[in-house]
């Protein structure tokens, strides 16, 4: 509790936006992930369903609950709404439908999730989380890995950390790499392994991270409830009247690290692959880690898409650029930290 106050109190200085409201329209944009809770959970990026369904509860009594599209046209209209909310979802994990969708369908709040079309259907964990599993769950590892990347090798030595004693894979469950940084070797390699993979062109990341599973001697899967959906799952998921499906480019690339070219193939290319996936159009778009420098939304809007959202942790006041339209990410916070959050930022 006392970690989810000080985030709070972080959270309320960094946004600043209750002097500025005054009474103008304003909107709030959630930005989840994963409906779940996972054995080790690093990049804070799951909410566990109870706090998710106390979550639904507060945000419905604060505002009126819009899908993404929604929230962006009203924000832009001759009146809008006072005060409003549009839920949001990245990537597409299978627990959007599993776990977050019957909760949304019970609390009858609306949702927009923004899929990453490469992983669909792939069977197999997200990199990055199945990385995590490598790091933190496995009781012993190689002492040295190494990885060509660029033309140069790469080393990293788990040092004593190579085996963990069961206490110290329980350390782990707890630890969030940006709140408590690197305690261990463990989880000192994980972020620096992550930044190499992440930096890498996103044709090359996989088979990077491939040769980490071996090293590792891990499986590649992963548990089926952190997968991504089944393009049948994404047809369920999108059949919902609640679910409005958006998207996410192809890779996950940050965009303003691109080429035009490849820029615009990540992101019309993603389009139309999800249009293709589900069967009708696709008009909103969540930039990847939120990165939308230089004229990344230029190339969102020429790709059709009519909306886009950030990671950039405002509330949306008055009529915003809907090509950078912020969200607040949120963590497993219960529903009366999410409320006071909400009372710090908005004065209600």
């Known amino acids: 509790m006392k ?4 985030e ?35 990049w804070d990026i799951a909410v566990s369903p109870r706090h998710f369904a106390e979550h639904l509860e507060v945000l419905r009594d604060w505002a009126r609950c819009r899908t993404f599209a929604d929230f962006a046209t ?45 992983t669909i259907g792939a069977g197999r964990e997200f990199w990055w989380d199945a990385l995590a599993r490598v790091f933190l769950t496995t009781p012993r590892l190689p002492r040295m890995l190494e990885l060509e990347i660029g033309g140069e090798t790469r080393r990293w030595n788990l040092g004593d950390g190579a085996d963990c004693t069961p206490e110290e894979l329980r350390s782990f469950r707890d630890w969030r790499i940006k709140r408590d940084g690197p305690r261990h070797s463990r989880d000192r390699t994980l972020g620096e392994v992550w930044l190499a993979l992440f930096s890498s062109p996103r044709d090359i990341t996989e088979e990077l991270f491939g040769r980490v599973i071996a090293w590792a001697g891990a499986d590649r899967a992963g548990s089926a409830d952190g997968h991504p959906l089944t393009i049948a799952e994404l047809g ?6 609640l679910i409005e499906i958006g998207g996410h480019t192809m890779r996950h690339p940050p965009l303003d690290t691109l080429t035009r070219k490849d820029a615009e193939r990540e992101i019309a290319g993603g389009r139309r692959e999800l249009v293709e996936m589900i069967g009708r159009d696709v008009t909103t778009f969540a930039y990847p880690f939120g990165r939308h420098g230089g004229r990344v939304p230029d190339l969102v809007r020429e790709a059709g898409f009519s909306a886009a959202c950030t990671a950039a942790q405002f509330l949306a006041v008055g009529k915003v650029d809907p090509y950078r339209i ?11 930290t999410l409320a006071r959050m909400l009372r710090q930022f908005a004065g209600a």
């Open 3 to 6: 970690e989810a106050l000080i």
């Open 8 to 42: 709070t109190a972080r959270q309320a200085v960094r946004l600043g936006v209750r002097a500025s409201i005054m009474g103008r329209p304003h909107g709030l944009v959630p930005m989840y992930h994963r409906i779940a809770e996972p054995s080790v959970d690093p």
């Open 74 to 118: 009203a924000l832009h209209g001759d009146e809008p709404e006072k005060r409003s909310v549009a839920i949001t979802f990245d990537d597409g994990y299978v627990d959007n439908l599993t776990t977050a969708l019957p909760l949304l369908e019970k609390h009858d709040v609306p949702a927009t999730v923004f899929i990453l079309t490469s």
């Open 236 to 241: 369920r998921l999108g059949g919902s009247r």
């Open 326 to 336: 912020p969200r607040l990410i949120m963590r497993d916070w219960d529903g009366d």
